[in-house]
């Protein structure tokens, strides 16, 4: 990686054909991240999705009178591994703040938070922007810090006719929010900005990051501006739940701030909705009414300092993160750029992927890549499942490579054993490949005297082909193959059976 | 048996092992001393009859099973801000009226776990916010020694029921003085340990970083006992600390035994500060506290010049810090979960606001909106951050004076008891906290001792101070002073009633 520490914000360069009828966008991201621990940050209620209202509240998280917080260390490691991830400062003194505010899904009339001193500071990630498109490019996002904080819990307004039901299964959930620079000057950039982050966090198995949950929110800031003038007046977009939608709200943000300021008027400041079904952003509140939140110190919390041994262990312990993987793959395995692209979206499709190049040997990485992304993918994709639910392991799918590369196995024929392994026979074990081409015969025929055999068997059988290839008719050679194959049921080795008829036909 | 409630701990310890009386019959005791006796004092506002009956019949049950346990079978009361399963738990407000906990303090398990039985709870100022215990919506407390009088605050009940013999100690907290001045003002020895020392979990919060609970006896060894099974660390509390509990009342006993029969205090120097003397002192507090000393020091130990921070800078500081904390800390009370709601509330601003402003008195709601002003945008750092680096000056000031002494005595309140009806305005009534808010700013441990009486015969307060841990040396320094005088041995005037 290139040693740019510093983030891009100022002296970014204008991209001419990102702007917007001469307006230069400028976006900047907060995502609030579940951090995966089995239970929450300050309580030891359940963290799961979607259990009966109130069911994993306890005394702590309804807040009753006398009840104090006490900070789950599991999210410490959590949160550093992020940091670390995205070449950060870390906070080795770590204070938790209160964010003072009223709602009844606030059960405290406080939140606890990281004001003065989150656990992550000033950081960057490398993303590609238009991923696999012709106008593709890389460019780094700064983030201002990360820090960890409770999540509120839910007033719910459907469930009694006339009431606001609330929903204190989610308060207290452990997040951690990441606050990017704004460097971003298009919905696409915004979206690789997202999706990398995304990328890293599900990467570094320290969140679930499922948006449709809430595990993974964004809320953008939009503003536009003439390039070379100060930032225009943000709005912020909330509760963007899926990448597509991100995106879109986006896009019409920009065109309806444009409106306005074409029209002569001003942005105001405020917080909008995106409605995915009219494809229009609406204002849900300005910042008029914004409120004094009157931040300080949780004394109910001791500052948590974290020894730098600590960060040694979880530094020595992280996984090669998914820039430098890609990389390697192409530079020392040889792949594409396609290819080392797909097979690194997710870490388990990399580890996948290396594991069976364990056994075959990286001399067939392409061989291996391609089973992966074209046969097994393709499978999966179909069946709605992803390479963790592969009932195809490892060492069974290298299993089936070493007999395409030992000749045991035709091209046609490895696939027929790869349904069968898809489909669950030839047990768990690694020879299943093996098990199956024992079971149904599915060897291929190499021996030269028994295909030359059936080879004369064919001529014999079918001298009007013969005739017509002799009679310059390249087609009727191909015929000839396809008849030799038959006979021999599909087992004998294409390149000797064509070898073999050539050297008879003359 | 009829003079029960004379007897100390030790004495009430060794009668029940001995099974002179059981815990049934000590229990009935002490009841019956509150049914007919309480309507004067009002320090309960919860009696629990019925638990402590079924208390005491399984303390007996267990003693017969060989159970020897020191608490076992004693009986005490709580301060009504630590959450008790089962019971109602008020915080002296209206706002938690009907607040019927889930869920037992960890020190309220504790002590029960050790075997003293719980007669009830305690009557306190609203969120333990005052100094003579008449915000409590529960009504006033009388002070024993002189009905007229108020006993203190906030642990106002607690010192009026231990020193009108309704139980033999108490649990308080102590967040500016809540434990020690109500102490001096009922002639009883109570004790605020070091911050950290006793779990916080289940007491419901006033201004967490000051709040500490303790406990309130007729002499420091009372005192001891019931501090044991309170003390110690607490995994669901970040602010208690992992350290090894001393044992108490051991501790003191081996004090008294090793020390010297004429000069048991030699080799002591007690820290004496100017700032502790000063205008608005009244004159005979004045004078039994340096009497006190006097006799400290005919004991052996020797006095010292100490300097402490100026109590009115001591004043300020707690007044920007605690209710800024408060103020927060009173925000779950909101009318949405539990607790008093208004009646039909028009929308969601008016349940909070009403809510909150029918539900919470008058000093309360001052001191919520004088912390939400200290922590508003444009005053935080004017306020609230300069009140933090004063705080941090404060407890350098008494790490220096601890370099030159081992304990510093002042009185504990500068008055003794005024009258019921004083209707003192705030300013005049947060100065009664002048000599006891210092210790809690800077986490250390007090003792409040009976140093006197006044000639209208109202008791009078000694404050000794501790270096942080010191908790052991304060009980100790505070005991073998009582084995050498008896002011901690007279009794209230409702104490002397028998029924």
Known sequence: MTAITESNTTHQPIRKELLIDGYEVVIGIEIHCQLNTDSKIFSSSPTKFGNEPNTQANIVDLGLPGVLPVLNEGL??????????????????????????FYPDLPKGYQITQMENPIVGKGYIDVIVNEGQKNEYA??????????????????????????????????????????????????????????????????DISDAIMAEGSFRCDCNVSVRQPGEEFGTRTELKNLNSFRNIENAIKREIERQIDIIEDGGKVVQATMLYDPEADETRIMRTKEDADDYRYFPDPDLLPVRIE???????????????????????????????????????????????????TVGTEHAKLAANWIMGDLLGALNKDDKTITDSPISEVQLAGLLKRLNDNTLSGKLAKQVFTALYDGEGGNEADAADKIIEAKGLKQETDTGAIKAIVEEVIANNQAMVDEYKGGKEKAFNGLVGQVMKASRGKANPQQVNQILKEILG | MSDLHHLSIAKLVDGLQNQHFSSVELTDHFLKRINTLDKKVNSFITIDEEGAR???????????????????????????????????????????????????????????????????????????????NESSYYGAVHNPWDLSRVPGGSSGGSAAAVAAGFVPFATGSDTGGSIRQPASFCGLTGIKPTYGRVSRFGMIAYASSLDQAGTFGRSAQDCAYLLQP????????????????????????????????????????????????????????????????????????????????????????????????????????????????????????????????????????????????????????????????????????????????????????????????????????????????????????????????TESGLPIGLQLIGNHWDDSKLLSTAHIFQQHTDHHTKLSATAQESI
């Open chain 2, 230 to 453: 309170m003390a110690g660390h607490d995994a669901r509390d970040a602010t208690s600390i992992k350290r090894d509990v001393p044992d108490y009342v051991a501790d003191l006993q081996s004090a008294a035994a090793q020390a010297d029969a004429d000069k048991p205090f030699a080799g002591l120097r007690i820290g004496v500060a100017k700032e502790y003397f000063g205008k608005g002192l009244d004159a005979e507090v004045d004078a039994n506290v340096r009497a006190a000393l006097k006799q400290y020091e005919e004991l052996g130990a020797t006095i010292v010049e100490v300097n402490i921070t100026d109590p009115e800078i001591t004043l300020a500081t707690y007044y920007m810090l605690a209710p800024a904390e408060a103020s927060s800390n009173l925000s779950r009370f909101d009318g949405v979960r539990f607790g008093y709601r208004c009646e039909d509330p028009k929308d969601l601003a008016d349940l909070y606001t009403r809510s909150r402003s029918e539900g919470f008195g008058v000093e309360v709601q001052r001191r919520i909106l004088m912390g939400t002003y200290a922590l508003s945008a444009g005053y935080f750092d004017a306020y609230y951050t300069k009140a933090q680096k004063v705080r941090r000056l404060i407890l350098q000031d008494f790490k220096n004076a601890f370099e030159k002494c081992d304990v510093i005595a002042s009185p504990t309140a500068p008055t003794a008891a005024y009258k019921l009806d004083a209707a003192l305005d705030p300013v005049t009534m947060y100065l009664g906290d002048v000599y006891t808010i210092g210790v809690n700013l800077a986490g250390l441990p007090a003792i409040s001792m009976p140093a006197g009486f």
């Open chain 2, 54 to 132: 079924q208390a005491a019949q399984q303390a007996d049950d267990r003693r017969s099973a060989g159970d020897n346990s020191v608490l076992l079978g004693l009986p005490m009361a709580h301060k009504d801000l630590f959450c008790t399963k089962g019971l109602l738990t008020t915080s002296g407000s209206k706002i938690l009226h009907s607040f019927g906990s889930p869920y037992d303090a960890t020190i309220v398990s504790n002590i029960r776990e050790a075997g003293a039985v719980c007669l009830g709870k305690l009557n306190m100022d609203e969120f333990a916010m005052g100094s003579d």
């Open chain 1, 76 to 101: 410490i490691e959590r949160a550093l591994k992020f940091g670390i991830g995205v070449n950060a400062e870390l906070g080795l003194l770590n204070t938790f703040d209160r964010k003072n505010y």
């Open chain 1, 139 to 204: 460019k780094r996002i700064g983030i201002t810090r990360g820090h960890l904080e409770e999540d509120a819990g839910k007033s719910v307004h459907d469930a009694v006719p006339g009431m606001t039901g609330v929903d204190l299964n989610r308060a207290g959930t452990p997040l951690i929010e990441i606050v990017s620079e704004p460097d971003m000057r298009s919905a696409s950039e915004a979206v690789a900005y997202i999706k990398a982050i995304h990328q890293l966090v599900t990467w570094l």
């Open chain 1, 308 to 358: 730098q041994e600590t960060v040694d262990a979880i530094r020595a312990s992280m996984p090669e993160l998914p820039v430098v993987r890609r990389e390697r793959f192409s530079t020392e395995l040889g792949l594409s750029e396609y290819d080392a692209r797909i097979l690194t979206d997710s870490r388990e499709l990399a580890d996948y992927f290396e594991s069976v190049l364990a």
